[in-house]
């Protein structure tokens, strides 16, 4: 067999643009391993290459984390053989095979499952990069936590409390908040309702009604005013996501009403060598393993049902991480 399935794009927009297409299985290059995969975490990255907001070169194969086993390893690796399980991150994971730079990849821990090393890595690292280099949480601090429901809220409100944070918890719904509150949350709070509404209540959990130390916000132009608001003095901004759509251009002298910090983080710039990214990977598992993490995988979908899959999750009708079957 030279040829696998793969997701792609030639053009971006809505899940219509979305192919299942036929491409060449790659070899292994020096310091690269070749994975036949398992599983494939869905981002809401992927929908943002998809729509355009990240511009990419096309035709572009989705996809930004996976897991199976490895295939075969190029010219100068060392540290990785044929028959290991491996997880990783990079372009392209929603593929039956693919190429990863030995700098991307880990050892799954033994007892660990590929859908759920695939599910959580993404997120996983995501949320426990921003907790320590965003904003570095401390005990005793009160931080918000944005659509806390989600596969990344769930993870943040998780590493928060592990951290010992109060957290504030966010979400749509009635039902997303129970979910958040077993995971951990303090204190729920119901955005639907309109800024005001949400805003006041947040300030009426903090201490004096100053407001949070840091808000973690994947929702994006919904909230972004809002969030504004119910930071304290010297706090911290951190948004990550668009799910609402993007924030829009501001003026910077808005944050010097309350010396604020703004960070937009993304997570490879965080994990760009292979020492950052194999201390992350090993702290998280780390947390995995102790019990202090919790996985929430809401569904696992065939490759054929990619459309459908990036429908709930910009629906945002899931709690919880998708992952695809590869």
């Given at each position: 067999?030279?040829?696998?399935?793969?997701?792609?794009?030639?053009?971006?927009?809505?899940?219509?643009?979305?192919?299942?297409?036929?491409?060449?299985?790659?070899?292994?290059?020096?310091?690269?391993?070749?994975?036949?995969?398992?599983?494939?975490?869905?981002?809401?990255?992927?929908?943002?290459?998809?729509?355009?907001?990240?511009?990419?070169?096309?035709?572009?194969?989705?996809?930004?984390?996976?897991?199976?086993?490895?295939?075969?390893?190029?010219?100068?690796?060392?540290?990785?053989?044929?028959?290991?399980?491996?997880?990783?991150?990079?372009?392209?994971?929603?593929?039956?095979?693919?190429n990863v730079p030995e700098k991307a990849i880990s050892h799954i821990p033994e007892g660990l499952r590929l859908e759920d090393a695939a599910a959580i890595l993404i997120q996983g690292l995501t949320a426990l990069t921003m907790l320590r280099e965003s904003y570095e949480v401390k005990k005793g601090d009160t931080i918000l936590i944005h659509a806390a429901a989600g596969g990344t809220g769930?993870?943040?409100?998780?590493?928060?409390?592990?951290?010992?944070?109060?957290?504030?918890?966010?979400?749509?719904?009635?039902?997303?908040?129970?979910?958040?509150?077993?995971?951990?949350?303090?204190?729920?709070?119901?955005?639907?309702?309109?800024?005001?509404?949400?805003?006041?209540?947040?300030?009426?959990?903090?201490?004096?009604?100053?407001?949070?130390?840091?808000?973690?916000?994947?929702?994006?132009?919904?909230?972004?005013?809002?969030?504004?608001?119910?930071?304290?003095?010297?706090?911290?901004?951190?948004?990550?996501?668009?799910?609402?759509?993007?924030?829009?251009?501001?003026?910077?002298?808005?944050?010097?009403?309350?010396?604020?910090?703004?960070?937009?983080?993304?997570?490879?710039?965080?994990?760009?060598?292979?020492?950052?990214?194999?201390?992350?990977?090993?702290?998280?598992?780390?947390?995995?393993?102790?019990?202090?993490?919790?996985?929430?995988?809401?569904?696992?979908?065939?490759?054929?049902?990619?459309?459908?899959?990036?429908?709930?999750?910009?629906?945002?009708?899931?709690?919880?991480?998708?992952?695809?079957?590869?």
């Amino acid at each position: 067999m030279s040829t696998q399935k793969a997701i792609q794009i030639s053009k971006t927009g809505g899940t219509e643009v979305l192919e299942i297409n036929r491409i060449p299985i790659p070899k292994p290059q020096p310091g690269q391993i070749l994975v036949k995969a398992a599983y494939a975490g869905v981002n809401f990255i992927d929908t943002y290459f998809r729509s355009g907001l990240y511009p990419v070169q096309l035709p572009f194969t989705l996809g930004s984390e996976g897991s199976g086993t490895i295939e075969a390893v190029g010219e100068g690796v060392t540290k990785y053989k044929p028959g290991e399980q491996v997880v990783y991150y990079g372009s392209g994971a929603y593929t039956e095979y693919i190429n990863v730079p030995e700098k991307a990849i880990s050892h799954i821990p033994e007892g660990l499952r590929l859908e759920d090393a695939a599910a959580i890595l993404i997120q996983g690292l995501t949320a426990l990069t921003m907790l320590r280099e965003s904003y570095e949480v401390k005990k005793g601090d009160t931080i918000l936590i944005h659509a806390a429901a989600g596969g990344t809220g769930l993870v943040l409100v998780q590493l928060a409390k592990a951290l010992g944070a109060i957290v504030i918890a966010t979400a749509s719904s009635a039902e997303k908040l129970e979910v958040a509150k077993q995971h951990g949350a303090d204190h729920l709070v119901n955005y639907s309702g309109g800024e005001d509404e949400w805003v006041k209540e947040v300030l009426g959990y903090t201490k004096g009604g100053e407001g949070v130390e840091a808000v973690f916000d994947g929702v994006g132009k919904a909230t972004f005013e809002g969030d504004l608001k119910i930071t304290k003095r010297k706090g911290s901004v951190i948004s990550f996501g668009n799910a609402s759509g993007a924030v829009e251009p501001f003026k910077i002298n808005r944050l010097g009403d309350k010396n604020l910090k703004l960070l937009r983080p993304r997570l490879f710039g965080y994990v760009a060598t292979q020492e950052e990214f194999d201390h992350y990977t090993q702290e998280l598992f780390g947390y995995l393993k102790n019990g202090q993490l919790k996985l929430n995988i809401h569904k696992i979908y065939p490759l054929e049902d990619i459309v459908q899959a990036h429908k709930d999750l910009e629906g945002r009708v899931t709690t919880g991480k998708l992952v695809l079957k590869v």
